[in-house]
């Protein structure tokens, strides 16, 4: 791409339009492959959390916000489904 700056300026003269999309596309793989290795490491820092917190504990471990999130969702559909329940058998004559 030759003297074409990495971030693909507007006031530069592009002889084509498709100089300047490969500019742009050029740009993008770039921003891509920085953000990957970063990804991996935290990817990794996190697996080797929850192996580590399992060998500790002997159980199996999540995330705080994973459990915080689970105890919110599944005890108010829990209670839903209780109530729903106890009204159908107070409505119905199965019993």
Do not use: H
């Not at 990495?6 to 500019?23: G, K, M, N, V, W």
């Not at 500790?56 to 459990?67: H, P």
């Amino acid at each position: 791409m030759g003297d074409i700056p990495l971030a693909c300026p507007q006031d530069y003269t592009y002889e084509t339009s498709e100089i300047r999309l490969a500019c742009n596309i050029r740009l993008t793989n770039l921003l891509c492959m920085l953000v990957f290795p970063i990804l991996c490491v935290l990817y990794g820092i996190s697996v080797w959390i929850l192996i580590t917190c399992s060998r500790r504990t002997g159980q199996k471990c999540e995330f705080k916000s994973v459990q915080f999130l689970k105890l919110i969702i599944f005890d108010e559909e829990e209670e839903f489904i209780k109530a729903e329940l106890d009204n159908f058998k107070s409505n119905s004559n199965l019993d």
